[in-house]
């Protein structure tokens, strides 16, 4: 397998999809190349842009998001693109699809197409993994996954993230070949003789005492403690429902609640989308009645501990195999939390993995993957505030 | 009355009750057990209580620090970005230039993607946009006119020279809603342009985020970049000016050059007319003067018969004013003929000493008449020069000759040489009236000769010194004079050595 990774931080979207191939494509001696990821901020997010990096990689499957910031071995970029050419070896096989309009239809049925489009196109080969993207936008993504499953099965390795967008756009694009799209989802089956290795962490720890959730339906929780769920918040920073709603966005990028899972080391975190009057609260991801929560805390060098982890983690999955590229899922709110040394992850990863592996990775706002994919028996789990290391060889 | 010895207890009565009793203990002890229990899970309650009042304590701090940490972090980057931005707009100083320096990139590293600036123009009596980020030209139309419509509210923001937020408004000054509403922006800055000359200004940031709450740190960054903007608006201005004001001069320059150059030519003209003329003239006269001098001599000779007495004087008269006749006339063609380069110098190597003193020789009756002493000092390494010999021996003949004229009985005449590196300079100095200094200049220029009263006495064509001058700078030399009147006068000039 060969791997190039080319960035630009031109202005002009048409120079910067030049550049960015122009480099990516100094690392590929073979003549095909199988496909391309492409992660860009949303700035570059035009028909042009693409149509652009289309003509000049021939038929080529393109696939990818637009993002807050994106990643590569360079560092973190909130303004910039990223491609990362891959020509695969031997025996590898890939198919990449999407579903759009997702709004106008369930979403557990747009999951199901998406996995149908996948698996059309990889009928008599041994499937290994999907990658997923999907509009940060989108609202009950955990459906999706379910729909995702309902196709491929439940134990069946499945990785992604919904991207995160800009504040002021508000707006999220999905790639795939020549056109860009919201309110979709795009992915990339890939198998055959094909390894990967994968991590997920996020850092957060528990704090304070457990409580259960007494009333809840989907990511909508009504009781903690047969209380108005709202208090656990207004308790924890002395506040009512206005105040705390006017520092939402902090409140949420820092202070998610963990479920506890049993046997797991981490807590499964959910972090707060919005308070409503009536004194529920509504989070990115299901909190099932019964679940017991407890309020989370980060600090930067827990989340970075939990990069050096996930990482390790990835490494080990590939059984000390040959890592030809490796795929970051990186929470926004490790963004916002790690501020000004948001690369120390990046420098993390290099460590483990080396400075010329091929990186490219994106800002998200959900991530999705098993707890742990080395036993092939979990089913995908939608996360937040987590970093997902996957790491790809033959 | 029973006695309880007397109930027939069967052996399986006595394990019943012992079973019974054995029960109640142990129901007792873990009564007892729960109890404990019981007091130990409140403890642990009241522990877990305190820990969670802690946690809660632990999350607001932490809450506070990472606001602090944000603010912090974001000051930063605002820095490093305002630092960028300071050096992009101070490298140039074309005032175009400044404004297209900033740019998006930059505008979002600190938090805002839209920026306008606005300067007011006093000739025109309104705003002129000079920067426009983030925003199309239908949506400049209509905050354009709203800022016509509202020049006075803008007007005074300049006058008080203020920056306002959208959480810092001014009393008096437009809502918040509506600068929101007409320039599409949840949160917002105005910050005025002061340069100290020229048309003063604001420039307007703002973000469509609505999580942007303008801090005061936030509206400092913005005051420094608009002074910074000022200051290089001023530094461009100036620059502007001071260019302008070189240009001018350039251009007056060149004008003042171009007339010096017509006058210089129109001399030019004139003075080789003036030289055609004297040399036609001279040769003119020539003819005439040898057919006087001729036919005076004849006359002298008595070829034509005796000549009384009285007629020879007459006679020797015509001759010898013909004589100087003769004389001034070859002066003058030699000056025009010097002038108009017509008269090529035969430059050789020469020892100074040999003129000087043939100089000497020549007007040794007029000084032996005089009894002036004349001192020559000439070192060796101050006599070899280049030059056309006789027209040297000319200079040191005129300048001798006109010493000796002015000098007194019994004065001293000098001559002495100095070696200045490529240049001899000779100096003569007498001991005579000396020159005024009014006419130290003018002594070089053709029939010029000074009014005095010895001047009236002593005979002169005025054309000497000219002719001095003339053949010196045909050297590449240059004379001059140095006098004090009733103490003499030096003449100086230099010789080229290579």
Same mark, same amino acid.
């Given at each position: 397998?060969?791997?190039?990774?080319?960035?630009?931080?031109?202005?002009?979207?048409?120079?910067?999809?030049?550049?960015?191939?122009?480099?990516?494509?100094?690392?590929?001696?073979?003549?095909?190349?199988?496909?391309?990821?492409?992660?860009?901020?949303?700035?570059?997010?035009?028909?042009?842009?693409?149509?652009?990096?289309?003509?000049?990689?021939?038929?080529?499957?393109?696939?990818?998001?637009?993002?807050?910031?994106?990643?590569?071995?360079?560092?973190?970029?909130?303004?910039?693109?990223?491609?990362?050419?891959?020509?695969?070896?031997?025996?590898?096989?890939?198919?990449?699809?999407?579903?759009?309009?997702?709004?106008?239809?369930?979403?557990?049925?747009?999951?199901?197409?998406?996995?149908?489009?996948?698996?059309?196109?990889?009928?008599?080969?041994?499937?290994?993994?999907?990658?997923?993207?999907?509009?940060?936008?989108?609202?009950?993504?955990?459906?999706?996954?379910?729909?995702?499953?309902?196709?491929?099965?439940?134990?069946?390795?499945?990785?992604?993230?919904?991207?995160?967008?800009?504040?002021?756009?508000?707006?999220?694009?999905?790639?795939?070949?020549?056109?860009?799209?919201?309110?979709?989802?795009?992915?990339?089956?890939?198998?055959?003789?094909?390894?990967?290795?994968?991590?997920?962490?996020?850092?957060?720890?528990?704090?304070?005492?457990?409580?259960?959730?007494?009333?809840?339906?989907?990511?909508?929780?009504?009781?903690?403690?047969?209380?108005?769920?709202?208090?656990?918040?207004?308790?924890?920073?002395?506040?009512?429902?206005?105040?705390?709603?006017?520092?939402?966005?902090?409140?949420?990028?820092?202070?998610?609640?963990?479920?506890?899972?049993?046997?797991?080391?981490?807590?499964?975190?959910?972090?707060?989308?919005?308070?409503?009057?009536?004194?529920?609260?509504?989070?990115?991801?299901?909190?099932?009645?019964?679940?017991?929560?407890?309020?989370?805390?980060?600090?930067?060098?827990?989340?970075?501990?939990?990069?050096?982890?996930?990482?390790?983690?990835?490494?080990?999955?590939?059984?000390?195999?040959?890592?030809?590229?490796?795929?970051?899922?990186?929470?926004?709110?490790?963004?916002?939390?790690?501020?000004?040394?948001?690369?120390?992850?990046?420098?993390?990863?290099?460590?483990?993995?080396?400075?010329?592996?091929?990186?490219?990775?994106?800002?998200?706002?959900?991530?999705?993957?098993?707890?742990?994919?080395?036993?092939?028996?979990?089913?995908?789990?939608?996360?937040?505030?987590?970093?997902?290391?996957?790491?790809?060889?033959? | 009355?029973?006695?309880?010895?007397?109930?027939?207890?069967?052996?399986?009565?006595?394990?019943?009750?012992?079973?019974?009793?054995?029960?109640?203990?142990?129901?007792?002890?873990?009564?007892?057990?729960?109890?404990?229990?019981?007091? $130990?899970? %409140? &403890?642990?309650?009241? /522990? #877990?209580?305190?820990?969670? !009042?802690?946690?809660?304590? @632990?999350?607001? =701090?932490?809450?506070?620090?990472?606001?602090?940490?944000? $603010?912090? %972090? &974001?000051?930063?980057? /605002? #820095?490093?970005?305002?630092? !960028?931005?300071?050096?992009? @707009?101070?490298? =140039?100083?074309?005032?175009?230039?400044?404004?297209?320096?900033?740019?998006?990139?930059?505008?979002?590293?600190?938090?805002?993607?839209?920026?306008?600036?606005?300067?007011?123009?006093?000739?025109?009596?309104?705003?002129?946009?000079?920067?426009?980020?983030?925003?199309?030209?239908?949506?400049?139309?209509?905050?354009?006119?709203?800022?016509?419509?509202?020049?006075?509210?803008?007007?005074?923001?300049?006058?008080?020279?203020?920056?306002?937020?959208?959480?810092?408004?001014?009393?008096?000054?437009?809502?918040?809603?509506?600068?929101?509403?007409?320039?599409?922006?949840?949160?917002?800055?105005?910050?005025?342009?002061?340069?100290?000359?020229?048309?003063?200004?604001?420039?307007?940031?703002?973000?469509?985020?609505?999580?942007?709450?303008?801090?005061?740190?936030?509206?400092?960054?913005?005051?420094?970049?608009?002074?910074?903007?000022?200051?290089?608006?001023?530094?461009?201005?100036?620059?502007?000016?001071?260019?302008?004001?070189?240009?001018?001069?350039?251009?007056?320059?060149?004008?003042?050059?171009?007339?010096?150059?017509?006058?210089?030519?129109?001399?030019?003209?004139?003075?080789?007319?003036?030289?055609?003329?004297?040399?036609?003239?001279?040769?003119?006269?020539?003819?005439?003067?040898?057919?006087?001098?001729?036919?005076?001599?004849?006359?002298?000779?008595?070829?034509?018969?005796?000549?009384?007495?009285?007629?020879?004087?007459?006679?020797?008269?015509?001759?010898?004013?013909?004589?100087?006749?003769?004389?001034?006339?070859?002066?003058?063609?030699?000056?025009?003929?010097?002038?108009?380069?017509?008269?090529?110098?035969?430059?050789?190597?020469?020892?100074?000493?040999?003129?000087?003193?043939?100089?000497?020789?020549?007007?040794?009756?007029?000084?032996?008449?005089?009894?002036?002493?004349?001192?020559?000092?000439?070192?060796?390494?101050?006599?070899?020069?280049?030059?056309?010999?006789?027209?040297?021996?000319?200079?040191?003949?005129?300048?001798?000759?006109?010493?000796?004229?002015?000098?007194?009985?019994?004065?001293?005449?000098?001559?002495?040489?100095?070696?200045?590196?490529?240049?001899?300079?000779?100096?003569?100095?007498?001991?005579?009236?000396?020159?005024?200094?009014?006419?130290?200049?003018?002594?070089?220029?053709?029939?010029?000769?000074?009014?005095?009263?010895?001047?009236?006495?002593?005979?002169?064509?005025?054309?000497?010194?000219?002719?001095?001058?003339?053949?010196?700078?045909?050297?590449?030399?240059?004379?001059?004079?140095?006098?004090?009147?009733?103490?003499?006068?030096?003449?100086?000039?230099?010789?080229?050595?290579?």
């Amino acid at each position: 397998m060969q791997v190039g990774v080319g960035v630009s931080i031109a202005k002009d979207y048409i120079e910067a999809a030049k550049e960015a191939l122009f480099r990516a494509k100094k690392y590929i001696t073979k003549d095909k190349i199988d496909f391309a990821i492409v992660f860009s901020t949303v700035e570059f997010a035009h028909p042009l842009f693409l149509k652009t990096i289309s003509r000049l990689l021939g038929p080529t499957t393109i696939v990818g998001s637009s993002s807050l910031a994106v990643m590569s071995n360079q560092g973190f970029l909130k303004h910039g693109l990223v491609v990362m050419l891959i020509s695969l070896s031997e025996k590898i096989y890939f198919n990449a699809a999407l579903v759009e309009k997702i709004s106008t239809k369930s979403i557990n049925k747009a999951g199901e197409e998406l996995a149908e489009k996948l698996l059309s196109g990889a009928k008599d080969i041994h499937r290994k993994l999907s990658v997923i993207f999907c509009d940060g936008l989108i609202k009950n993504t955990a459906d999706l996954i379910l729909g995702l499953q309902d196709k491929f099965g439940k134990s069946f390795p499945l990785v992604g993230a919904s991207t995160a967008d800009n504040p002021v756009f508000q707006k999220n694009y999905l790639y795939l070949n020549q056109e860009i799209y919201n309110d979709a989802a795009c992915g990339i089956l890939l198998g055959g003789n094909l390894n990967f290795g994968l991590g997920v962490r996020h850092g957060w720890k528990p704090l304070g005492k457990p409580r259960f959730v007494t009333e809840s339906f989907r990511n909508t929780v009504y009781k903690i403690d047969s209380e108005p769920a709202v208090k656990i918040y207004e308790e924890y920073f002395a506040r009512k429902i206005p105040e705390l709603t006017k520092d939402l966005k902090r409140i949420a990028a820092f202070y998610p609640i963990g479920i506890y899972l049993s046997g797991k080391k981490e807590y499964l975190l959910r972090n707060l989308i919005s308070i409503r009057n009536d004194g529920s609260l509504v989070f990115h991801g299901d909190v099932p009645v019964n679940s017991q929560i407890r309020f989370m805390i980060g600090a930067k060098d827990s989340i970075l501990d939990a990069t050096r982890q996930a990482a390790s983690e990835a490494k080990q999955g590939m059984l000390e195999k040959k890592i030809d590229f490796v795929l970051v899922f990186d929470s926004v709110f490790r963004f916002m939390l790690l501020g000004r040394q948001v690369n120390k992850e990046l420098e993390i990863i290099q460590e483990e993995f080396g400075r010329d592996t091929p990186i490219i990775g994106l800002c998200t706002c959900k991530e999705y993957a098993p707890l742990k994919i080395m036993e092939y028996s979990e089913s995908a789990y939608s996360h937040n505030q987590a970093i997902t290391i996957l790491a790809v060889g033959k | 009355m029973l006695n309880i010895l007397d109930i027939p207890f069967t052996p399986l009565d006595v394990a019943g009750i012992l079973t019974i009793i054995f029960l109640g203990i142990a129901l007792f002890l873990k009564i007892q057990r729960i109890k404990q229990l019981r007091l $130990e899970v %409140d &403890k642990l309650n009241k /522990s #877990l209580e305190g820990m969670d !009042e802690q946690s809660k304590l @632990i999350i607001r =701090t932490d809450m506070e620090l990472n606001k602090i940490q944000e $603010e912090l %972090d &974001k000051k930063i980057t /605002s #820095l490093y970005t305002l630092q !960028e931005l300071t050096r992009a @707009i101070s490298t =140039t100083l074309e005032e175009p230039q400044i404004f297209k320096r900033i740019e998006v990139e930059r505008l979002k590293e600190i938090g805002f993607e839209k920026a306008l600036i606005f300067l007011y123009s006093e000739k025109d009596s309104r705003f002129n946009l000079y920067l426009n980020i983030g925003y199309v030209s239908e949506d400049v139309g209509i905050v354009k006119a709203f800022i016509e419509a509202n020049g006075s509210q803008f007007l005074n923001l300049i006058k008080i020279q203020k920056t306002i937020s959208s959480t810092s408004a001014v009393e008096g000054f437009i809502a918040k809603e509506t600068i929101n509403s007409l320039f599409t922006v949840s949160a917002f800055i105005f910050s005025v342009l002061l340069p100290k000359d020229g048309d003063k200004g604001f420039l307007f940031v703002g973000t469509e985020n609505k999580d942007t709450l303008i801090t005061e740190g936030d509206e400092e960054l913005v005051t420094i970049l608009t002074n910074q903007l000022g200051q290089s608006l001023e530094n461009a201005r100036l620059f502007e000016k001071t260019w302008n004001v070189q240009q001018e001069l350039e251009k007056k320059v060149e004008e003042r050059t171009r007339e010096l150059a017509l006058v210089i030519e129109g001399i030019k003209k004139i003075s080789k007319r003036k030289t055609d003329f004297v040399s036609s003239v001279s040769h003119e006269l020539r003819t005439p003067l040898t057919s006087i001098k001729g036919y005076a001599a004849i006359l002298l000779a008595g070829k034509l018969g005796e000549v009384p007495l009285g007629v020879r004087e007459r006679l020797e008269k015509i001759n010898r004013h013909s004589d100087e006749l003769v004389h001034m006339v070859n002066d003058m063609l030699d000056i025009s003929r010097i002038e108009s380069g017509r008269e090529v110098m035969k430059i050789e190597p020469y020892d100074l000493k040999i003129i000087s003193a043939r100089a000497a020789d020549l007007l040794s009756a007029q000084l032996k008449d005089k009894q002036i002493e004349l001192s020559i000092d000439i070192p060796v390494n101050a006599s070899e020069v280049l030059i056309d010999v006789n027209q040297i021996e000319r200079v040191f003949i005129n300048i001798v000759g006109n010493a000796i004229k002015f000098t007194p009985v019994a004065g001293k005449i000098f001559i002495r040489a100095v070696s200045i590196g490529a240049w001899i300079q000779v100096d003569i100095a007498d001991t005579g009236s000396g020159i005024p200094e009014e006419a130290r200049e003018a002594i070089f220029e053709e029939f010029y000769r000074v009014d005095s009263l010895i001047n009236q006495q002593v005979k002169g064509t005025g054309l000497g010194l000219a002719l001095v001058k003339n053949i010196i700078e045909a050297h590449g030399g240059k004379i001059w004079v140095k006098s004090k009147l009733g103490a003499g006068a030096t003449f100086s000039f230099t010789l080229p050595v290579k």
